[in-house]
């Protein structure tokens, strides 16, 4: 019990992330599942800032009267890029799906599989 | 238990909540909307974790651009999930 | 039976996971190996090496200056992919039957919002240029700032109440696709001047006044051609 409650954030990214990924699995609706592949995406990134944090929440920022220990840089830097190439699939992934919706009428999936 | 813990399980309970509401309604409108919710909570939760870059970032791509992105899409496909 | 699959696959990877988790260190533990081997090492050298403050700052632009190369390229991409699906035809594409058009259909913007926006507009993009300048010293760089303009221009597309077209149409075509791929180029170029100067691919110069300059550029050339991809993006999907 002890754990859950310490390792209470690592257990809530997982949970998010499973939620994401049963949205990606079981819904049929295309754009449904790019907000669920979104959903996975945070959950990582959740998780991976939440490994670099420390218990007194100081920022990386070093000055003059700055006092540590100081949360770890790299994972907020990969986060950052992780963010920003994730917008990118998103708007590609989209594109795509207005794509489809133009050439094939729907964006269902059970109905696409019957689309000529 | 802090105060600053409680923030941290209220934060934690709001974005399981909203996930789980993302999961469950049927209207996309109303399911992007929600993941904007989803992304601002996340990104107070960052702030507090001494992530100011990354919390800003997420800020204004999570629950702006990714956001106005998903219903621009959704204006061209029709909000109802079959 | 789709779903109770889905349910058994997400139960046993659900197991799995929670069980890796719970016997990782302690999150906020300061012994704990995300602190203690290459963030350490960031950390006490950030100032020198890094050339910058804010730590994200210096792994983005020094430390992993590669990387950060590689994402610019990606969002570069990304935005000539998506003009790619939206706007090269198939044969349907010009009929426009049920194609919504945006311009012609959507509902006025109230004229409070549009007024609120447009009062807004000129504070977020001297927040946006702030976070870039100072992004070697605050928190900020040249993917916030960059974010938070692209954010700022498409709420100004959105709401501004303009139909004619968007602010960023006011440029001519030829400067906006520069403007787009600034990020990749400047990177590139300032890379390939490190190379020069010191023999080494994406290195600062040692001097502190030239490499404060050289990591503004680095942030500007980002963060405004993030912004300028950004808005590429959300105009080719609203407009393909």
């Known amino acids: 019990m002890n754990v859950l409650l310490t390792h209470v954030d690592y257990i809530a990214a997982v949970a998010i992330f499973l939620v994401g990924l049963y949205i990606l699995l079981v819904k049929q609706n295309l754009l449904k599942k790019i907000l669920g592949l979104n959903i996975m995406e945070t959950a990582v990134f959740a998780f991976i800032v939440t490994a670099g944090m420390t218990d007194n929440g100081v920022p990386p920022l070093l000055g003059p009267d700055a006092v540590g220990p100081f949360a770890s840089p790299l994972p907020h830097a990969l986060v950052l890029t992780g963010i920003v190439v994730a917008v990118s699939i998103t708007a590609l992934a989209l594109a795509l799906i207005v794509r489809v919706k133009r050439e094939c009428g729907s964006v269902e999936l059970n109905e696409l599989g019957k689309v000529e | ?82 | 039976m789709r779903k109770f699959l889905a349910l058994v696959l997400i139960a046993a990877l659900g197991a799995v996971l929670i069980a890796a988790v719970v016997n990782l260190p302690e999150p906020g533990t300061t012994d704990s190996p995300v602190h203690t081997h290459v963030s350490a090492g960031y950390i006490k050298g950030g100032h020198e090496a890094g050339g910058a403050d804010n730590l994200v700052t210096a792994v983005l632009l020094n430390y992993r200056a590669i990387d950060t190369f590689g994402e610019v390229t990606v969002i570069f991409t990304a935005l000539i992919a998506v003009l790619a699906a939206t706007s090269l035809a198939g044969p349907t594409e010009r009929s426009g039957t049920q194609n919504i058009d945006l311009k012609t259909t959507r509902v006025p913007v109230s004229p409070v919002v549009s007024f609120v926006v447009r009062l807004m507009a000129p504070f977020i993009a001297t927040f946006a240029l702030f976070v870039m300048l100072k992004g070697h010293e605050l928190p900020g760089g040249g993917f916030q700032g960059g974010v938070v303009l692209g954010a700022m221009l498409i709420l100004l597309a959105l709401f501004s109440g303009r139909t004619d077209k968007t602010d960023d149409e006011e440029l001519p075509p030829g400067l906006r696709n520069w403007i787009r791929a600034a990020g990749p180029l400047v990177f590139g170029a300032l890379g390939l001047t490190g190379l020069v100067f010191s023999g080494w691919l994406f290195s600062l110069p040692d001097h502190p006044f030239w490499r404060e300059m050289v990591m503004i550029g680095l942030e500007l050339g980002i963060g405004i051609g993030g912004a300028a991809v950004l808005v590429g993006l959300f105009r080719a999907l609203r407009e393909g």
């Open chain 2, 1 to 82: 238990m802090s105060v600053s813990d409680l923030f941290d399980l209220l934060i934690l309970a709001l974005l399981i909540t909203c996930v789980l509401g993302i999961a469950r309604v049927r209207d996309l409108a109303t399911a992007v909307t929600l993941f904007a919710i989803y992304s601002f909570v996340l990104c107070l939760l960052w702030a507090h974790r001494g992530a100011p870059d990354v919390a800003m970032t997420e800020a204004a791509v999570g629950a702006g651009i990714t956001a106005v992105l998903f219903f621009t899409a959704i204006a061209k496909i029709g909000r109802r999930e079959k």
